[in-house]
């Protein structure tokens, strides 16, 4: 299948441009709700454009474009980098360092394509400002911190943004992920996962690894814990519901003959039914509670690490980008999907206010990279490093089209 024709392919400078400031940000990645850099950057950049800005939930940044009588269209980019050491061996690859909120020091590396994000929504903005002439309304922009870690959309909000910035009548994103360069893909209906993290504090007593007897073991119980909550998936959820389980982490003790006093473990959940969500929370809190009361330990304790909303794509609004969609890159370009059991934190952005949204997935790889005999390189890994070109020309592409389609056209 050839490569779509993109609207860059008649703005060759502006292509360049953008080029380099996709390098760029991919060589100066920051943590979540730490994007300072990233925010001023697009501030200026946006500002040139003749964009109104202002700073929103910290390092977030709102950008609107008032042309005349029209709706009112929302675009949202997120801007995050993730807590990963770069392995692409791009020339342009990630060397930046970082501190987590507990003072850790980590690598940064854009491994989720966030700065393919902000790059393709600067080039569907600067398009919509070279051609005042072609449409009618009002565009805003949003680029978004931590999408990673579920603080940004909630941050935003609570600083306001549905007061201060001009209301949408939809809202719409995308990401890249690991489909061919130059396709597109979309859910209808709901699209991406419910999400809820914990951190499991498992306490014990701990002791001499020679004498058992004289402690309660956190590490035994931990494990008792960890194989009966992955039974819930297969044993309390109908066959015909999705939901995943996983169990990422767990640290215990300090030396293999001490017996240590706590162990500590995080879980992540998804699904994309409410009914299941709920049972399932409910469903850990009663393992790890009767799991802990059977060993005659003291009561876990529980925090809540993050919590992601379902995404869910507005079936109509859905199907007029599909529309606009295939005209633009061409039918064999554009697919429908089934749900994607990964998390986002998009969906709270137009729940708040109650409009449609629509998110949709743009591919990054190369056609050998998805369907050779290597397994696919995906986002969160050091190998991802998506494919600069057609991938950003197809995302500019994606969003200009679905915005102009959705603004009104010029008197």
Known sequence: ???????????????????????????HPELSMQEEATAT?????????????FRCGGTGVVATLRNGDGPVVA????????????DTGLDYASTARGTLPDGSAVPVMHACGHDMHVTAAVGAATLLAQDRDGWSGTVVFLFQPGEETAQGAAAMLADGLWDRADRP???????VWPGVTGTVDLTPGPAMTYSDSWKVVVKGRGGHGSQPESTIDPV??????IVRIQSLTSREVPAQKAAVITIATIHAGLKENII???????????????????HLLGALRRVIMAEAMASEA???????????????????????????LRGTLGEGHVSEIPAVMGSEDFGALPDAIDVPGVYWFFGG?????????EPTVTNHSPFFAPELEPTLSTGVSAAHAVLTARLGARA
């Open 1 to 27: 299948m050839p490569e779509p024709t993109t609207i860059l392919d008649d703005h060759p400078d502006l292509r360049a441009s953008l080029h380099d400031l996709y390098r760029h940000l991919h060589v």
């Open 41 to 53: 950057l697009v501030e200026e950049r946006m500002g040139e454009l003749g964009y109104e800005v």
């Open 75 to 86: 675009f949202r980019a997120d801007t995050d980098a993730l807590p990963v050491e770069e």
């Open 169 to 175: 009548e939809v809202v719409y994103g995308q990401h």
């Open 220 to 225: 035994v119980l931990a494990a008792h814990m």
């Open 260 to 278: 240590p006093a706590t162990a500590e473990f995080t879980i992540n959940m998804r699904n994309l039914d409410a009914d299941v969500r709920d």
């Open 298 to 324: 003291p009561e876990p304790e529980i925090t809540e690490i993050c919590t992601f909303p379902l995404l869910h794509n507005d079936e109509d609004e859905a199907g007029r980008v599909l529309e606009v």
């Open 365 to 373: 790889l190369t056609r050998e990279a998805v369907e050779g005999e």
